[in-house]
């Protein structure tokens, strides 16, 4: 298993990772081929660099340079490395599925008593089961991105959960993923989640290590659908150990009158990459995306968002922040498309900078695509350091420039938090914050 | 309401689709053969009997160019352009050597007064006078690829001012030329700015000293005329310390089938404490109703505020050409230097618009302002592309782009492409933009108080753009004021 899986030149010996990897990949017949399709899909295009438009800020040639082979299945030691890493980061009442190195973990999970119209499998099961419609939802994300293609050909493991119609789950549903720290290695997952008609789920996504986890690669994706009148509330942690890399995908589509609401912060990591695809497939329904990232060292996230507006009278909102200090660099990139037929759009993006250290940069591209004329459409973009007055303020009242410097940020970023809807979320994340401003000292 | 009555009425008079330039002026022209090869530039350079370096120069440029690939990036179609199918090359047939205006052909001279150019010193522009006198204005006109007359030259020679023909400079200010043609576009650039290097036949130059404030506006006007030849004007303008110049832009060409390309190079210098002003009115063809014909407007413009406390500013009002793809630029390399850029991008019909700026800020306390103005309708494609990046070492940078696109129409697109890096902690970016369509409700007001659907409109518009018209010199305003009445005729109602 020791064998790179891709250089950053495309070709040799590539073809030859998938089949070497042969063995950890569930799925016969119709999901090899898939699999097959995808993977000659990345070969072709190698791991994305800066002349790619759309990666022009995370150049993953540069930053990553190869992909790693996958981790092999946790041991016991593993299992319990994840398990005491784990207890930090548990949420009280919530049902708990946990993948260590990209397999799920039954002993760490907490599946909680058996709800009504709630289904949970694990990706494995059902590649491995002939449901070939379910096959086909689970590799529609598109192959033109070379990390969604990686991660659809060499996905190992994840969560599948189905939610019925009318269904309202009562407890969030917690996927946790956490690197045990073996050898360096990459996870590769995806999970799905299908929200059935007047519906309504909770979901946290939290990207973990064990202690020592050393230079390791999470390759995620979720793929979400949310039936009619049906309501996701959505968080996701990203506290990765600081040498790792994490590259994620989701996307997302609503049917008529759904709401979803989202917020994502990133924390953790060395290099990070989420890119969602948010997709209106009805009319009347409305999207909150917020995010924040919180970066220090020589920290590299990146948060690119997209807004598909394909039906009319949708709205959406988007709220980003990002703090950056030391060496840390930033990138935002914000789409929304109207197309033509969507009128009575109202879409509007807000990305804010907070800049703390002269070396450090962020870079913002809220990008507007209009085809429709009777819209409402706006974003904003801002990019500066802490008020000096603001400081002088608050240190002329006794506080400490740190103190200072941390209360001003809290209310920057609570800006973002402060949409998340629930409650124990809410508070999940502004604790996670916390954590960051207290490592900043 | 006199104004809109007036575009109503014009516009009443010409067809939506009949271009008001579009008269073609038959006069012999002396062409390079079709094609482009190192003969082709070798031909150029022959014409304007150039010194050998600026031919070396040129050819660097053409092999240059050869290794390079069409930019594929902005929102704009096109079928591929044969660059092999083009005349690089062609002059109104001398006569003789011009010494005076009246030795000019007629039918020139004709065809810039169907266009409104005050080309003889005593047609000062109606209505515009100023305190202490009348204001004048020296026209630099370029007919297809050649300088046919300047006006005003002794006067400005009073001053100190180099204002000719950039063929004329190459001869004569060899030494100005050497220092900084190339050094803000520089010959590898990019596709059409290396094309350009390679067969620009002519455009205007201009040299203010230290300390001379430019005693009238400078002006130029570019007419593409032959069929078939791309127009490649290079335009160098430099502002010596402390140094003040108003330079006026116009273009127009007459109606064609075939698409025509046009790849210009604009370059400013400020120095210490100097200041340019750069405003644009283009108007030219922008194919007809189906879409067909129109000028390619390929443009690669760029000023260095090369000193401390200098000012570019960048005024642009896009009407017309079949494809905008420009993107005036300042680099800010002074301390406390200034770029501005205000635009008007209006697209109807089939055009298609992708266009903006670069605020590249270098030194210390830089500024820059942005304030874009999109108005598409038609079927026409309107995207703002800009960038906005402070170094390292820009501490406190500072920047306001404010960039809002209007709808007309339910077929047109309105597109904002803004990249925002910041690298130092001090830089203050501050972006904002809107989309949307006129508001139902003001229309109504304003037709129940009895205007037409298309006077309210204008009106509407023309609020809409009153920021950046504002910075254009009085006489283009006038004249800009029009043109997008005229250009959004037809896509009301």
């Not at chain 1, 973002?416 to 124990?424: M, P």
Request: hydrophobic fraction near 40%; glycine fraction near 8%; aromatic fraction near 8%.
């Amino acid at each position: 298993m020791n064998v790179v899986v891709a250089k950053t030149e495309t070709g040799r010996a590539m073809s030859d990772a998938l089949a070497i990897a042969r063995d950890r990949l569930a799925g016969t017949g119709k999901v090899a081929d898939y699999r097959r399709q995808a993977f000659d899909a990345y070969a072709r295009e190698g791991l994305p660099h800066r002349r790619i438009e759309d990666w022009k800020y995370t150049d993953l040639r540069a930053l990553m340079r190869e992909v790693l082979p996958l981790a092999p299945a946790p041991d016991a030691p593993a299992l319990t490395r994840a398990g005491s890493a784990l207890k930090l980061h548990a949420i009280a009442g919530a049902r708990r599925l946990v993948l260590v190195d990209g397999v799920f973990a039954p002993k760490l999970s907490e599946l909680g008593d058996p709800e009504k119209g709630l289904g949970i499998r694990t990706l494995r099961e059902v590649l491995e089961a002939g449901d070939a419609g379910l096959h086909t939802q689970l590799f529609a994300p598109d192959n033109s991105n070379p990390m969604v293609a990686l991660n659809s050909a060499m996905m190992t493991d994840g969560m599948v959960i189905d939610v019925a119609d009318g269904a309202v789950l009562t407890e969030p549903l917690h996927i946790v993923h956490i690197a045990s720290g073996g050898t360096p290695a990459a996870m590769v997952t995806r999970s799905m989640l299908r929200l059935g008609k007047d519906s309504g789920a909770t979901l946290v996504e939290s990207y973990i290590a064990a202690d020592g986890a050393k230079a390791y690669q999470a390759h995620d994706s979720l793929i979400v659908s949310i039936g009619n009148h049906a309501r996701l509330d959505h968080v996701r942690l990203v506290e990765d150990g600081r040498d790792a890399f994490n590259i994620s995908s989701a996307v997302v589509t609503l049917g008529a009158h759904a709401h979803f609401n989202t917020f994502g912060m990133t924390s953790g990591a060395n290099v990070s990459r989420y890119q969602a695809t948010i997709a209106f497939a009805g009319e009347g329904s409305r999207v909150e995306t917020n995010g924040v990232n919180l970066l220090n060292g020589r920290q590299h996230a990146d948060t690119t968002l997209f807004l598909d507006h394909a039906v009319p009278r949708c709205d959406s909102r988007e709220v980003f922040r990002a703090v950056v200090d030391d060496r840390g660099h930033s990138v935002f990139q914000g789409r929304i498309i109207v197309r033509p037929k969507a009128q009575k759009t109202d879409a509007k993006m807000m990305t804010r900078a907070l800049l703390l250290s002269d070396d450090a940069e962020a870079d913002n591209k809220p990008e507007l695509e209009i085809f429709a004329d009777d819209v409402t459409c706006g974003h904003g973009a801002t990019t500066g350091a802490l008020d000096e007055s603001l400081l002088f303020y608050l240190r002329a009242r006794g506080l400490s420039e740190k103190e200072a410097q941390a209360l001003l940020i809290q209310a920057f970023v609570g800006e973002a938090i402060e949409s998340i809807a629930n409650d124990t979320l809410r508070e999940l994340a502004i604790s996670a914050a916390q954590r960051w401003l207290e490592a900043r000292g | 309401m006199a104004a809109v009555q007036e575009t109503v009425d014009r516009v009443r008079r010409i067809d939506v689709d009949q271009y008001r330039y579009g008269f073609e002026t038959l006069i012999e022209s002396d062409k390079a053969p079709k094609g482009l090869s190192e003969d082709t530039v070798r031909f150029i350079s022959a014409k304007k009997s150039e010194p050998a370096w600026m031919l070396e120069w040129r050819l660097e440029a053409y092999r240059r160019w050869l290794t390079m690939t069409e930019p594929t990036w902005a929102r704009v179609n096109y079928p591929k352009i044969d660059y092999q199918d083009l005349y690089y090359y062609s002059a109104p047939k001398p006569k003789k050597q011009v010494a005076s205006l009246d030795e000019i052909d007629p039918e020139i001279l004709k065809t810039y007064e169907k266009l409104g150019i005050p080309l003889r010193e005593v047609e000062v522009l109606e209505g515009v006078v100023r305190p202490e006198g009348e204001r004048r204005i020296a026209v630099d006109a370029v007919f297809d690829s050649v300088s046919v007359a300047t006006t005003f030259q002794k006067e400005l020679k009073q001053a100190g001012v180099i204002f000719m023909p950039i063929s004329e400079a190459i001869r004569e200010h060899p030494e100005l030329v050497k220092k900084y043609l190339g050094t803000v576009v520089p010959t590898s650039d990019n596709y059409f700015a290396t094309l350009n290097s390679a067969v620009f036949s002519d455009g205007s130059f201009v040299y203010v000293p230290p300390g001379v404030r430019c005693p009238m506006e400078l002006s130029t006007y570019f007419r593409i005329n032959e069929r078939n030849t791309g127009q490649f004007e290079r335009t160098l303008i430099i502002a010596d310390k402390g140094a003040y110049v108003s330079y006026l832009e116009g273009c127009t060409a007459p109606q064609r089938d075939e698409n025509q390309l046009h790849a210009a190079v604009v370059e400013l210098v400020t120095l210490d404490d100097a200041e340019i002003k750069y405003s644009t009115v283009q108007n030219w063809y922008p194919g007809n109703s189906e879409g067909i014909g129109g000028i390619y407007n390929f443009v690669t413009k760029r000023g260095d505020c090369r000193g401390n406390n200098s000012k570019i500013s960048w005024t642009q009002v896009e009407t017309g050409s079949a494809i905008t793809w420009k993107y005036p630029s300042c680099i800010l390399r002074g301390d406390n230097s200034r770029g501005e850029f205000y635009s008007i991008a209006i697209s109807n019909g089939h055009q298609q618009v992708d266009s903006g700026t670069k605020m590249i800020h270098l030194g210390k306390n830089t500024t820059s302002r942005i304030i874009s103005k999109g108005i598409a309708a038609g079927v026409s494609q309107n995207t703002y592309r800009g960038l906005v990046t402070a170094h390292r070492k820009a501490t406190g940078a500072r920047n306001f782009t404010a960039c809002d696109s209007l709808l007309i129409g339910d077929k047109c697109g309105a597109h904002t492409v803004p990249y925002v890096e910041a690298k130092n902690s001090s830089a203050l970016f501050e972006h904002e933009a809107t989309t949307s369509k006129i508001s139902e409700d003001v229309l109504f007001y304003c037709v129940q108080r009895g205007l037409s659907q298309e006077e309210a409109v204008g009106l509407v518009v023309n609020g809409f753009v009153k920021d950046v018209l504002q910075q254009l010199p009085m006489e283009f305003a006038v004249e800009a004021q029009k043109l997008i009445s005229i250009s959004l005729e037809g896509s009301v109602g």
